[in-house]
């Protein structure tokens, strides 16, 4: 019973080192994905590139799930999330399949990264 409750508390352990070094990485956010209709899943986004690099908190990998490209990426729908419908204060920005949902600061932040792309990075925009 010990030993299953050292390996309880070093998993957990493990686990906030890793919430901790994701989130502390530079030009990171805290950011919410949604796939169709499913459920929000916390992670955190980073910029590299002319991506938007998406990585779980939960999880033992710490390479992106999610590599949103910027090139001829399209916000079709941005709007404050209502109570209850996801986490709070937050903003959801529709970007065709996925969905992210993040605070206002992440959202001027991400809306300035589209903004400062290339001028021909929206040529395959429809």
């Not at 010990?2 to 906030?16: K, Y």
């Not at 204060?89 to 792309?117: C, I, K, P, Q, R």
Request: charged share 20%; hydrophobic share 50%; proline share 5%.
């Amino acid at each position: 019973m010990e030993l299953l409750l050292i390996g309880l508390a070093l998993l957990a352990v493990l686990f906030c080192i890793r919430v901790v070094a994701l989130a502390s990485r530079r030009g990171t956010v805290i950011c919410h994905v949604r796939t169709g209709t499913g459920k929000w899943q916390s992670g955190v986004a980073r910029y590299a590139g002319g991506e938007l690099h998406w990585v779980p908190l939960a999880g033992i990998r710490l390479r992106p799930r999610h590599a949103i490209a910027r090139r001829g990426l399209v916000v079709s729908r941005r709007r404050p999330l209502e109570a209850g419908e996801g986490p709070q204060g937050h903003w959801m920005v529709e970007a065709g399949a996925v969905s992210l949902a993040m605070s206002e600061d992440a959202l001027t932040g991400f809306l300035a990264w589209l903004e400062s792309a290339p001028p021909s990075a929206h040529l395959d925009a429809v």
